[in-house]
């Protein structure tokens, strides 16, 4: 079945550096690609995605990009804030399942 | 923000009681879904609703039941709660389907002692 693995958290980062969390996928068709955020408190919102090979989905500075070769879809930032200490998940959306996977989640501290 | 109400936001409960966990819309969107969120597990589908009374199951749906008579309302019941069921639930809605923007709900926290 399909199947998103997301790097171990949780990550902690200065203010200004620079951010890669990892995320590869196992999936048996052409699924889209989601990265979606949760800061505390809050339900997930969706941040950015990607529906075909070699699309950049960007929101907020973030960007990542679908990786068909090495099914992967890591989501950068050149230079991230304390506002952006959050719990990431990364998904895939396959049409024949009908609903979404997700990653078990990154937790990401920035600190001042 | 879309508008999506959970409610109780936190509740205790013992094992073996019933639990109904609700969720309200005012966006009028067609698909309305229950996840769980544990640790290291992200988020996992309970079950989901594709219109007014047409539910279907997802990846972890033993234990619960749901019902939608409105289109504004989704209940997620537990009939018998297990401490195996303590987790954060979300509501979730989508106009067209997961393959486009889910919106989430602020979740309820359960415990079950």
């Known amino acids: 079945g399909d199947s998103v693995t997301q790097m171990e958290g949780p990550v902690t980062l200065s203010e200004e550096a620079f951010l890669t969390i990892n995320c590869t996928y196992t999936?048996?068709?052409?699924?889209?690609l989601f990265w979606y955020v949760q800061y505390p408190g809050e339900g997930l919102q969706l941040l950015l995605k990607a529906t075909k090979a070699d699309d950049k989905g960007s929101n907020k500075g973030f960007e990542a990009t679908y990786r068909k070769e090495t099914t992967s879809f890591h989501l950068e930032k050149g230079s991230v804030q304390v506002s952006d200490s959050a719990v990431y998940f990364c998904a895939l959306y396959d049409g024949s399942a009908r609903q979404l996977t997700f990653g078990s989640g990154t937790q990401l501290t920035v600190l001042p | 923000d879309a508008g999506i109400t959970q409610s109780p936001r936190h509740k205790v409960t013992e094992t073996g009681t019933p639990v109904t966990l609700r969720c309200h819309q005012t966006e009028n969107h067609r698909y309305m879904y229950w996840y769980r969120q544990d640790p290291g597990h992200g988020l996992r589908l309970i079950h989901y609703?594709?219109?007014?009374?047409?539910?279907d199951k997802g990846e972890v749906s033993d234990g619960y039941s749901v019902s939608r008579s409105k289109t504004e309302d989704f209940l997620l019941t537990l009939e018998s709660a297990t401490s195996s069921q303590t987790s954060v639930y979300f509501c979730?809605?989508?106009?067209?389907?997961?393959?486009?923007?889910?919106?989430f709900g602020s979740g309820t926290q359960l415990s079950v002692l």
């Open positions: 979730a809605i989508s106009e067209d389907g997961v393959k486009e923007k889910l919106f």
């Open positions: 609703s594709y219109g007014v009374k047409d539910t």
């Open positions: 999936a048996t068709g052409y699924p889209s």
